[in-house]
């Protein structure tokens, strides 16, 4: 479980096949804080560390991506030197920044428009249109494992589009930074929308 509240960002050192896909994300906390078996969003991808280690001054930890993951997600896209949104998985006890993440993607989206707004920038995200039910404004959703809150939804025949604002903080603190229109990012759903939708069919 982890709450969309990214930690740092991470670089993909190395991508390897031992059977499933092998990625070496390189990363500054302590590879000695890393436990073998943690959960770790990855770009909002919750991934499970099988190894760590340390190289000079650099950590590093390995995660394995099945080809489900890599179909279903970006993680087939990324290659040595793409940005990684980090978050550790929550502990009791740890504040709950964002709101409820599961590190399940739902689909990808695609970044369509890119504008300031202020002192902040206003992204426009197309996504598929079976989620556009699940979006809602002032709704919360996941993309590339930050938590945002969605400012307008439109609905079109194929797709639906949403709006959100990045502070600056969020911009300069995530992968964001590097984002152009057209980069593709995994979204996540919030839980709550999920199930009132099941509800509502239900009833």
């Given at each position: 479980?982890?709450?969309?509240?990214?930690?740092?960002?991470?670089?993909?050192?190395?991508?390897?096949?031992?059977?499933?896909?092998?990625?070496?994300?390189?990363?500054?906390?302590?590879?000695?804080?890393?436990?073998?078996?943690?959960?770790?969003?990855?770009?909002?991808?919750?991934?499970?560390?099988?190894?760590?280690?340390?190289?000079?001054?650099?950590?590093?930890?390995?995660?394995?991506?099945?080809?489900?993951?890599?179909?279903?997600?970006?993680?087939?896209?990324?290659?040595?030197?793409?940005?990684?949104?980090?978050?550790?998985?929550?502990?009791?006890?740890?504040?709950?920044?964002?709101?409820?993440?599961?590190?399940?993607?739902?689909?990808?989206?695609?970044?369509?428009?890119?504008?300031?707004?202020?002192?902040?920038?206003?992204?426009?995200?197309?996504?598929?249109?079976?989620?556009?039910?699940f979006i809602a404004p002032k709704g919360s959703i996941t993309v590339d494992g930050i938590s945002l809150t969605v400012n307008e939804v439109e609905d079109a025949a194929?797709?639906?589009?949403?709006?959100?604002?990045?502070?600056?903080?969020?911009?300069?603190?995530?992968?964001?930074?590097?984002?152009?229109?057209?980069?593709?990012?995994?979204?996540?759903?919030?839980?709550?929308?999920?199930?009132?939708?099941?509800?509502?069919?239900?009833?």
């Open positions: 479980m982890f709450t969309g509240i990214v930690r740092e960002v991470g670089r993909v050192l190395s991508i390897g096949d031992q059977g499933d896909t092998r990625i070496r994300i390189a990363c500054a906390r302590p590879a000695e804080e890393i436990d073998i078996g943690a959960s770790i969003a990855c770009s909002g991808v919750c991934l499970t560390v099988v190894a760590r280690g340390q190289e000079g001054e650099q950590s590093w930890f390995d995660v394995d991506a099945s080809t489900e993951t890599r179909t279903r997600t970006t993680v087939g896209l990324w290659r040595e030197g793409t940005k990684v949104n980090l978050e550790p998985a929550l502990k009791v006890g740890d504040e709950l920044g964002g709101h409820i993440v599961s590190g399940h993607v739902d689909a990808i989206g695609e970044i369509t428009s890119i504008r300031p707004e202020g002192a902040s920038r206003r992204l426009t995200v197309t996504a598929p249109r079976e989620l556009g039910r194929d797709s639906t589009r949403f709006g959100v604002n990045i502070i600056p903080h969020s911009w300069e603190a995530t992968n964001l930074s590097e984002a152009v229109e057209g980069t593709r990012v995994n979204l996540e759903i919030d839980t709550l929308a999920r199930y009132v939708a099941r509800l509502a069919e239900a009833g």
